[in-house]
């Protein structure tokens, strides 16, 4: 084991979910199917180097830099984390780790920082899974087990494996499909959605007001619950038709259905959360009434936190500017909005 040491650095992206994914049982397992884009400008960049550790007694041995900075909390996650996994990569435990990540997008962006990063560890892991033991080296083994270890990490993570489209959550719509783990689905989808626009737009910069997990629990006492879980399934079905007929309308019907719900079961769970701001509602209605005026097919989803993703297909944009520059940058805080788009996965560098 002396000579045991090496790096891997991989690049991997962020996504938005259509159909969302908003509550979970056992260990990260979700109570729906969900599916999204990954994004292409939103990455994380880790860099994990590993050497033999001389003696170890089932701890884990990690230095975390985020962003160029020691951070305590996000190194006890890391440590948690590969902690949890121990059962499906063992040899975690015998290696020293020196992980340093940094993100090409603002914190509290209201991009999903935990969907990038965990996906660029668990990608890392598996890459070193593979160089020492050469037990990967079938791509679709490599991406099978990324994408469940990405889930351990943080749920939505386990899409972000994939180019472009990403089904997570066993459905009998689609053959192949799990619960443990994300499938790719840029051959389910329609050119259109390949290079699909997504403008993100800042409406508050603040913190957010309840954590993922937080959220997730919320819905196991939300008296909604169960209409919600056969609803996704439903809009599922539907969603998968729009892609892979290139339907924008219906595409977009179903994003911004899905925002709302999201958000509306935060508003009736107990506590009850209001995770927009004033000005989400003036994007919306700006959207909808730009929508009605000029017949073109721009949409809106919404994460769990204020700021507006603005979906639009690429042969529309020139015809957005003036729109995006009058009526919505002006709403945006300091006018920043984060122009991205359905892109290429993650890759090793
Ligand atoms: O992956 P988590 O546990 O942070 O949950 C993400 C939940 C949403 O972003 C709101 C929806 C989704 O499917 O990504």
């Known amino acids: 084991t002396d000579k045991v040491k090496g790096k891997v650095t991989w690049s991997s992206p962020s996504n938005l979910a259509i159909i969302k994914y908003w509550g979970k049982h056992g260990i990260q397992l979700p109570n729906n199917p969900s599916i999204s884009f990954t994004l292409t400008n939103a990455v994380s960049k880790t860099t994990v180097e590993y050497s033999a ?11 975390f830099i985020f962003d160029g900075f020691e951070n305590d909390a996000f190194k006890d996650r890391i440590k948690k984390y590969l902690n949890s996994i121990k059962a499906y990569v063992p040899f975690v435990e015998q290696l020293h780790f020196n992980i ?20 660029a560890i668990a990608l890392s892991i598996c890459s070193i899974e593979d160089e020492l033991f050469k037990s990967l080296s079938d791509i679709n ?15 939505s993570a386990s899409r972000s494996i994939f180019d472009s489209w990403a089904l997570w959550g066993k459905t009998g719509d689609v053959e192949g499909s799990s619960d443990e783990y994300a499938i790719g689905m840029k051959d389910h989808v329609h050119p259109i959605f390949h290079n699909l626009h997504d403008d993100i737009c800042i409406l508050s910069a603040d913190e957010k007001s309840v954590s993922s997990s937080a959220g997730h629990a919320l819905m196991d006492t939300n008296p909604y619950a169960p209409t919600r879980y056969d609803e996704a399934k439903r809009q599922l079905f539907y969603l998968l ?41 003036a994007v ?64 090793q560098l």
């Open 100 to 119: 340093t990540s940094e993100n090409t997008f603002p914190h509290s962006s209201g991009i999903a920082s935990s969907a990038s990063a965990m996906s």
């Open 141 to 155: 083994d490599f991406e099978r087990k990324a994408s469940m270890l990405a889930r351990l990490g943080s749920g």
């Open 284 to 347: 919306i209605k700006k959207i909808r009434d730009f929508r009605k005026e000029s017949g073109l097919p721009v949409y809106f989803s919404l994460d769990a936190g204020p700021n507006i993703h603005l979906l639009y297909p690429d042969h529309i944009a020139d015809q957005l500017i003036d729109f995006i520059e009058n009526e919505i940058r002006p709403l945006c805080v300091n006018g920043i909005i984060i122009s991205d788009k359905v892109g290429p996965g993650p890759e």
């Open 53 to 63: 550790r001389e003696t170890y007694d089932g701890s884990i041995d990690v230095n």
């Open 241 to 281: 038709e729009a892609l892979k007929q290139g339907n924008f309308e219906r595409f977009g019907a179903i994003a911004e259905q899905e925002a709302m719900s999201l958000h509306a079961l935060m508003m009736v769970s107990n506590p009850s959360y209001i995770l927009m701001v004033p000005n989400t509602l």
